[in-house]
């Protein structure tokens, strides 16, 4: 079988796979180009996390959480809390994850598919383009992108992707590796009382300690039963990889970005914890996600005095790539080569 697309209607979406019939990636274009499934079809594994309102056309408004189905969104020009934008109050994951994506090329052929999206924000003056392209028998999606300020002035922004792992994937078998050198805590305030971690904690990645004095090595996925909800951050990236594997079923998932781009990995953690609205204890998912810094403070809410931002000039285009790659058949990965072979590890 070679690749193909196969576009079909969801909860009242229109939707775009692309597959190669061993993996295979959907993508919500009008709704923020939002990635809602991604699957290795040969073990029937989902790797993308569902929330428990899931994906709805008659969600009651554009506030994010109001209408936030799980899956892969992308945080932009902010991330995090509402903040200000020079004036613009921009609210809770930025402005495209609410924005309609536009499809304005799709390629196919036995080897090879693609499809190319774009949108403009309306709050803040920038283009987006976005080509999700996916190869036969690979195991290995790649997502290219291109941001443009449009404006006269430079700009920051705080630019980051969200991928929500979960499904028949997550579990307590589940272990992070990476190379890199710290994992510190935040705070969400929303979940402070199911919070394993004080705020403003430090380790030496992958270990950290908890309220009750205990190392915890947070590369280990706690099961559902722990009831705890935590936002932590990894940083010091030696190699711009991170990888997720499920050592039970022997299958998982990597992530491989460009540090110098995106310094960050924001390490959510919803480990049944998270009361009140929206989860109230329903969800079970983490989310490793690749940003250009830090999430902000909550005091912190002008994108000014927020750290981590990167700067585009007027006219400015800058242009990123990550690649997902999925296999099989190993219970850790030592490391990643830059052409995204995946070393086992001993």
Partial sequence: MGCEIIERTIAGFQTVTLTDGETSITIVPKKGG???????????TEFLWTSPQGLRADTPSKNFMDNYEGGWHECFPTGGPAMNYRGASIGEQGEVHASVWSVIDVSE???????????????????????ITLRNRVSAIEIEEWVTNESSETLPVLWGHHPALG???????????????????????ENSETAQFAPEVSGVWPH????????????????PESRTADMLFIDGFQEGWVAVTNRERKVGIALLFDPAMFSTMWFWQMYGGGTGYPWYGRAYTMALGPFTGALPDSPAANIDAV???RLIAGGET?????????????KGVGRITSDGVIVPRI
Avoid: M
């Fill in 109 to 131: 052929n036995q080897n090879e598919v693609s499809i190319t999206l774009e949108t403009t924000t309306t709050k803040t003056p920038f283009y987006l383009r976005k080509k």
């Fill in 208 to 223: 950290l300690v908890n309220k009750r004095g205990e190392l915890i090595d947070v590369s280990e996925v706690a099961g």
């Fill in 34 to 44: 939002d990635i809602i499934s991604l699957r290795d079809e040969k073990t029937d």
């Fill in 307 to 309: 750290a981590g931002t």
């Fill in 318 to 330: 800058v242009h990123a790539r990550l690649r997902v790659v999925l296999y099989r058949g190993i």
């Fill in 167 to 189: 499904g028949n994937f997550l579990d307590a078998q589940c272990k992070i590796d990476a190379l890199a050198k710290r994992v510190y805590s935040g705070a969400l305030p």
